[in-house]
């Protein structure tokens, strides 16, 4: 298994409270990862890690065995494109001038917009399925394209490593489905897609490695029939659970089999 | 996109040299367009020759200030995110105008040149102080105006007190104090010029990260804007940028408001495009508000500060309208 990012025994606090204890983990390349886990996990924290957004307390975050510390902003942003959980769309703005500034970090003060610029844009747009919105307003959109669109920013910026904070929380089942299905695809295409998601059926039909995390620490990672277990449920989220095929795809499918439950 | 702002920049530029060669013209004694452009030659009578000579520095510091004043409202807008934010109404100005009262009470008349550097000093301190004050508990969009209206209010007062408690410095500094372009030498265009340069300069350099930073700190990360170098860039050329134009004119309020805000109508959410339309419509209003400062009253000249007010308090009301919520 080919990687090039690494979290090297990695701790991390938020306001002085340790979320993530000692985690050592591998996201293989060209691989669509889902992180899991109860609330309050640590996912996101662990996701902000790897984009270089948040310092660890002690350990090391290594791309190609360098510390990602090391490296300058902007070159790191060619390597590795997050999309956080909140982005802000400017007021008034289209979704093509959108999309444009994922190109800031391929851009220098004397050379703004290229050729290839043009091309890495029209590109994303195609693939994110946005395309024909290119002249809208953002703000007139539904919450599903404008979810698009924004993956469509982070694909302009033409990075092999994607990070994305709860990219389907928001959407309904249908957009769920496609956005899944979107990043499967560029997964297949050769990007290293690292998501946290919520929906451990969704994630199990989709991503081809899990990582769950629990209490600070990663409690299972690797293929979905691997890490999705009655064991790991409860040890992940204190929940019995019965585990069957997917009757579609074969894959894994959580059903709970406590109907109420006292933590 | 760009052919609108091409077609801006054009018309902007265009009402700027009107209103230059206009501030060259009128005044207490007027003189026909053909005889300032003789002057400027140095081919007109020996009264127009002098009258022009005694405006050109006028008009080129009010042409510095414009361009100091509006482009520090555009980077604190673009920075904060908050279209409230404004050199005049986070304090920048008030505390810049307070250190130029402290720096002519403690030293008598001081070379503009020193104004500038107290200006600019004066403008770091209050702003850091806002910007102390308002993260207290969390930075929100209207804690920070808050903040920088009662830095304001507390920085003009303490000007007030100061300026009054010693007539001499009344008389010396009521005018300036007041906003106003009465100068009549190059000196302070000499002072003031280079430092409204690098300004222009710094702001050119955090156009595109400003695009970044539009789109939320966490994005414009990933983007690989360095969020804490950007802010202290746009700090620096806010405190270069508002304390040179006020060490020039005096608290002008509204400019770094209006004018961002014109240019942002026009030209939309590039921030490199609001920049370069922000730096030509700031002087356009500056000069507009002198020129009308000298022929509003029947005789002598009204502050500029006053008359800026006076165009600019109903565009704040009018905005406060627009926007739902900050």
């Known amino acids: 298994m080919n990687y090039r990012l690494q979290l090297d025994r990695v701790s991390a606090a938020y306001e002085g409270v340790s979320v993530l204890k000692d985690i050592s983990l591998v996201l293989p390349d060209g691989v669509f990862t889902a992180i ?123 990075t092999p490593i994607l990070l994305l904070d709860e990219p389907t929380s928001f959407l309904d089942i249908a957009y769920q489905v496609e956005l899944m299905a979107l990043l499967s695809e560029l997964s297949e295409r050769g990007r290293t897609i690292v998501a946290v998601l919520h929906d451990i059926n969704q994630a199990s039909r989709h991503a081809s490695h899990l990582v769950m995390l629990a209490g600070g620490q990663v409690i299972a990672a690797g293929r979905p029939d691997e890490v999705v277990r009655a064991e790991t449920m409860r040890a992940v989220f204190r929940l019995e659970s019965v585990i069957v095929p997917d009757p579609v795809t074969f894959t894994p499918m959580v059903v709970p089999s406590e109907l109420r439950r006292n933590r | 996109m760009t052919a609108r702002l091409g077609l801006a920049v054009a018309l902007a530029s265009s009402m700027l040299c009107i209103l230059a060669l206009a501030s060259l013209a009128i005044g207490a004694k007027s003189l026909p367009l053909g005889e300032v452009l003789a002057a400027l030659t140095g081919d007109a009578s020996d009264v127009a020759n002098e009258i022009v ?142 430092f409204v340069l690098a300004g222009v300069l710094l702001t050119l350099v955090l156009g595109p990260r400003l ?40 608290p002008v309020g509204f400019v770094g408001l209006l004018a961002p805000l014109a240019a942002r109508a026009v030209v939309g959410v590039d921030q490199r495009a609001i920049l370069a339309l922000t730096a030509l419509l700031g002087p356009v209003l500056l000069l507009s508000a002198d020129l009308l400062a000298r022929v509003v009253l029947p005789q002598g000249e009204a502050p500029l500060g006053i008359v800026m007010a006076f165009a600019g308090a109903p565009v704040l009301i009018a905005l406060a309208y627009r926007i739902g919520d900050l």
């Open chain 2, 53 to 194: 000579a005694m405006r050109v520095p006028r008009m080129l510091l009010a042409i510095l200030a414009g361009i100091g004043f509006a482009l520090a409202g555009a980077v604190m807008q673009a920075v904060t995110r908050n279209v409230l934010a404004d050199p005049g109404i986070m304090g920048v100005n008030a505390g810049a105008s307070l250190a130029v009262v402290l720096c002519v009470a403690l030293t008598g008349m001081a070379q503009p040149m020193t104004l500038v550097w107290a200006a600019m000093g004066g403008a770091l301190v209050t702003g850091a102080l806002v910007q102390i004050f308002s993260s207290l508990g969390g930075a929100t969009a209207l804690r920070l105006v808050l903040c920088g209206v009662a830095m304001s209010a507390i920085a003009g007062g303490a000007g007030w007190a100061v300026t009054l408690s010693d007539p001499d410095l009344f008389r010396r500094v009521l005018v300036w104090g007041a906003g106003s372009l009465i100068v009549t030498d190059f000196e302070p265009v000499r002072a003031v010029a280079p």
């Open chain 2, 211 to 250: 695009n970044a930073i539009a789109l939320g700190n966490d994005l414009a990360r990933s983007l690989g804007v360095g969020i804490a170098g950007t802010q202290m860039a746009a700090a620096a050329s806010v405190v270069v940028l508002a304390g040179a134009a006020t060490s020039a004119t005096g």
């Open chain 1, 36 to 158: 899991m886990g109860a609330n309050g996990s640590g996912k996101s924290t662990l996701l902000k890690l790897l984009g270089g957004a948040v310092a660890p307390v002690a350990g090391k975050i290594l791309l190609d065995g360098k510390p990602v510390s090391a490296l300058r902003p902007r070159h790191l942003a060619r390597d590795i494109a997050m999309l956080p959980q909140f982005p802000l769309a400017p007021d008034g703005i289209r979704v093509a001038e959108l999309v444009m500034r994922g190109r800031f970090p391929h851009q220098t003060m004397f050379r703004q917009w290229s050729a290839a610029d043009r091309t890495a844009v029209d590109a994303a747009m195609a693939q994110a399925g946005v395309a024909d919105l290119a002249h809208r307003l953002v703000s007139t959109l539904s919450g599903g394209q404008r979810q698009r669109v924004w993956i469509a920013l982070v694909l302009a910026q033409d």
